[in-house]
């Protein structure tokens, strides 16, 4: 299966039309649907042209429609906060008229005062990736025919730890780009968005008892650390709970030397069965 990783960072050089204002390419899909952790990905990096010299530190962001993927998509930004600590923009990602996303990004300039207080989670105990077999990238990708339709999932290699199929299905994965991906701290973030956002679908598909028809409806990460991606990275996620046809995913990540890079959350929704 080849990888996809240089599509997917071409589609990452968004075209700024306008100071506040810029386009992006999007990759096939079936039905040409927008992926959302794609479209997240271009929203955060819009949304970072416009805050220079600061760090994402998180990202919270609505998914309202598919969109087309066979078309652009404009990301019109809006500053919402520019103060001495902390920059606060809001990204709206469209197509006409139609709205498909909104996401609310915060950056922060770096404080080498904070380094007196740091704590975290320690970082679970893992089998080496190198010891672990080959899977797909991504569930979607698994099925040998399904090859190919969604190119913006491909460009990434994952082993898979273990893997629970009822709540919370709890599960971890080694993951790391399949290629080489430029030193660049807000394009390491949004990559780390973009996987955190497409493989947190599982546990919950995991804890529904599979695939059905659903939809991603909010995203969320705060960055604590930047991702070593020229290594593995691992990611532990589960699925807590799910009421009202809402299912919660969390997720934590780990660079592989203990380091906390980011936590996450996700809900998808799962709508009842038409009669």
Not at 54 to 79: C, I, M, Q, W
Not at 157 to 176: N, Y
Request: proline residues 8%; contains cysteine.
């Amino acid at each position: 299966m080849s990888s996809s990783l240089g599509d997917v960072l071409a589609t990452m050089e968004l075209a700024r039309v306008e100071p506040w204002l810029f386009t992006g390419r999007q990759l096939p899909a079936p039905h040409n649907h927008i992926l959302g952790g794609h479209i997240s990905a271009q929203a955060l990096l819009a949304a970072s042209y416009t805050a220079p010299g600061r760090a994402p530190h998180s990202v919270h962001t609505y998914f309202l429609r598919s969109g087309d993927a066979s078309r652009t998509v404009d990301f019109e930004v809006v500053n919402l906060q520019e103060g001495r600590t902390f920059s606060a923009r809001r990204v709206t990602a469209r197509q006409d008229d139609k709205i498909l996303m909104e996401a609310m990004s915060s950056f922060k300039v770096a404080d080498p005062a904070s380094a007196a207080v740091v704590y975290q989670p320690p970082m679970p105990a893992a089998p080496e990736p190198e010891t672990l077999p080959w899977v797909a990238p991504h569930l979607a990708e698994s099925d040998p025919n399904s090859q190919g339709r969604y190119a913006s999932l491909r460009w990434f290699e994952r082993r898979v730890i273990d893997s629970e199929h009822l709540p919370p299905a709890r599960s971890a994965m080694w993951w790391r780009p399949d290629g080489e991906v430029p030193d660049d701290p807000v394009l390491t973030a949004s990559l780390v968005a973009y996987l955190s956002a497409v493989t947190l679908t599982e546990p919950a598909f995991a804890a529904y008892g599979g695939v059905g028809e659903s939809s991603q409806r909010d995203h969320s990460v705060w960055f604590h650390s930047s991702a070593a991606l020229s290594d593995w990275l691992l990611l532990q996620r589960s699925s807590p709970s799910s009421a009202d046809s809402l299912a919660l995913a969390n997720g934590t990540m780990f660079n592989r030397n203990g380091e906390l890079v980011c936590t996450v959350r996700q809900e998808m929704y799962f709508p009842a069965q038409r009669a």
